[in-house]
């Protein structure tokens, strides 16, 4: 029968007593003994990883629950759907699928006259990781193979998208839906730089605030495949809104694939490489889906796992899974994590770690809701003297002008060489926030060359984290940067207190007769969201964080301060993670 699990429930009883040293024969004895595929390409390193053990997604714990998918619909927006494919077929959802591409072809997410072509496969293959179906001897079998799935057809062979036409994509279907998944973006170049409009962000809103009946549409985007080409996801405006769940890939060794991008807002990681298999149009099959556009959907498969087993869980409740599930996927890449002051594990490139389904899962099966969230913004209040600093051929700085900051006017600050200081000292308010979540930077910025700064914040715990990096050579001439950034990396500390924006102009220009470069900070905001503590889901959870948290996390959190971690740290992390890993298996 498709779509079925063939399991033994007596044989947990007989590994049951294996010893940690053997777990990695534990795990193929699941895969092989309780949970059966007949699927070619079912067993896959990215769900279970026969070289690196525990570099994958740890999903085999979860099948022998019996949990598939069932009940949850997923929505690809991408370039076309094969709707006719035997692998997917059976699970489409053509209620929630529309083609913005042909007037005549609305409800028919085919390529180009119903046909597929090379130009129009990238929507198939998402799909298929979400919810190709399993045991019916084709391709391979989705994550979540018993989920359905549709799509919105909205990027079409022309090449361009409108405004427009995404805000429409965006709201399509919003309350029928229960996961949205994004594998597209700003051109992944390292010159590029642009986000959602206003009505955009309104319609992206719509999904967070609306959709799912007021809690939340799962809106996963891909992290970006310009790492490669010194691009980094700091500069897209999609990955930085705050509702989003943006996503980081892995190789299969744990390390960072070369080409994914880093930046604050990156939530997780899941394991991708170059190789995953997954369906293809015109019924066919692909065996090198790979970047972070596999990503997307891996994820989308993993949470709908969750959302079968607890339909009620909000957006903010999954993003809090995923903060605290995500592990370590190897020791010697601690030098791109820090422990925050709330103990958690964060990283730019990685966010909290490697996806932990298994974990995530059994978090949520007990998890309580987190309550409401409060927002407050702040402007930077500190008096300092500012500058308009550029070049002429006679001197360095021609002209130095003196503003402070007053009746509410943001602070000009001059970018120079080695780094600019923007502070904001956060109090108690009639909005009182103990416990944060997301963090979110505003700044007006006119430089020369933005590509040149870095862009960081540090919270008043100590914790810092990267906003933007430094791009490339290429001399942009009077861009400005107006732009808002999320960091995902302080969820649990207190807010109150110093925080600190830093702009380094990591090349600043040599005066020439030629170099004429002006730069400043215009304008700066802090807003941070988060709960009381009786509301937080660290109060609400305290069990199941104390379950989690490993001991040196509990170290960070009882002395308050976020910290780089060491690499004796990493070790400690990994063992008590990979056991945890392991007794998944039990």
């Known amino acids: 029968m498709k779509g079925h699990i063939n399991y033994d429930p007596t044989f947990k009883l007989k590994i049951s007593k294996r010893s940690f040293v053997d777990g990695l024969s534990k795990r193929f004895h699941y895969a092989e003994k309780m949970v059966k595929f007949n699927d070619p390409n079912a067993l896959q390193w990215q769900y279970l990883n026969t070289h690196h053990e525990t570099v994958d997604i740890n999903v085999y714990p979860v099948y022998v629950q019996n949990i598939t998918g ?257 592990r370590l996927p190897r020791v010697d890449v601690w030098n791109q994590f820090s422990f925050n002051a709330a103990g958690l594990l964060t990283s730019t490139s990685m966010g909290s770690g490697l996806l932990d389904i298994a974990l995530g899962h059994k978090l949520a099966k007990n998890w309580k809701n987190v309550g409401k969230m409060c927002e407050v913004s702040f402007k930077s209040d500190q008096k300092l003297p500012l500058a308009d600093v550029f070049w002429t051929e006679d001197s360095t700085i021609a002209r130095t002008k003196y503003m402070h900051y007053l009746n509410g006017k943001s602070s000009k600050l001059p970018i120079k060489g080695k780094k600019t200081l923007v502070t904001f000292r956060v109090k108690e308010s009639n909005c009182t926030i103990e416990k944060l979540e997301n963090v979110i930077i505003s700044l007006k910025i006119n430089h020369g060359n933005p590509d040149n700064l870095e862009i960081s914040l540090i919270s008043p715990s100590g914790t810092d984290t990267v906003l933007l990096y430094a791009r490339g050579d290429e001399f942009h001439k009077n861009s400005p940067i107006n732009y808002e950034w999320t960091a995902t990396g302080f969820y649990g500390e207190n807010p109150n207190g110093r925080w600190t924006v830093i702009v380094r102009d990591r090349k600043p220009l040599i005066n020439t007769k030629t170099d004429k470069v002006r730069g400043r900070i215009e304008a700066a905001r802090l807003t941070i969201q988060g709960t009381a503590l009786n509301d937080s889901a660290y109060e609400r959870n305290k069990q199941l964080y104390d379950e989690v948290l490993t001991k040196a996390g509990k170290e960070r959190r009882q002395s308050g301060k976020g910290h780089r971690l060491t690499e004796s740290e990493a070790q400690q992390v990994f063992r008590e993670q990979v056991k945890r890993y392991f007794d998944a298996f039990e």
């Open 70 to 326: 069932r009940g949850v619909v997923n929505r690809v927006m991408d370039d076309a759907l094969d709707i006719n494919h035997p692998d997917l077929e059976e699970n489409y959802e053509a209620r929630v699928s529309l083609n913005l591409c042909e007037k005549d072809l609305r409800n028919n997410p085919r390529g180009t006259n119903g046909e597929m072509t090379l130009d129009n496969l990238h929507g198939t293959m998402c799909a298929g990781i979400i919810s190709s179906v399993a045991n019916n001897s084709i391709c391979t079998h989705g994550i979540a193979y018993n989920s359905r799935v549709g799509a919105v057809r909205m990027l079409c062979e022309e090449g361009t998208v409108s405004f427009a036409v995404l805000v429409r994509a965006v709201t399509h279907a919003y309350r029928q839906i229960d996961t949205s998944s994004s594998s597209w973006g700003p051109t992944d170049d390292g010159k590029t730089t642009s986000g959602p409009t206003k009505r955009l962000r309104d319609a992206y809103d719509t999904l967070a605030f609306k959709g799912r009946g007021g809690k939340g549409v799962i809106n996963v985007f891909a992290g970006g495949n310009g790492a490669e080409f010194k691009d980094n996801c700091g500069a897209d405006g999609y990955i930085n809104y705050p509702w989003a769940i943006s996503v980081a890939a892995l190789g299969k060794d744990g390390t960072k694939a070369s080409y994914s991008e880093a930046c604050a807002a990156i939530r997780i990681a899941v394991p991708v490489g170059r190789d995953l298999k997954t369906t293809s149009g015109n019924s066919a099959c692909s065996s090198n889906f790979t970047g972070t556009s596999a990503g997307a959907p891996l994820l989308i498969g993993s949470l709908a796992l969750i959302l079968e087993t607890r339909p009620d869980l909000t957006l903010r409740d999954i993003m809090h899974i995923l903060t605290i599930s995500g």
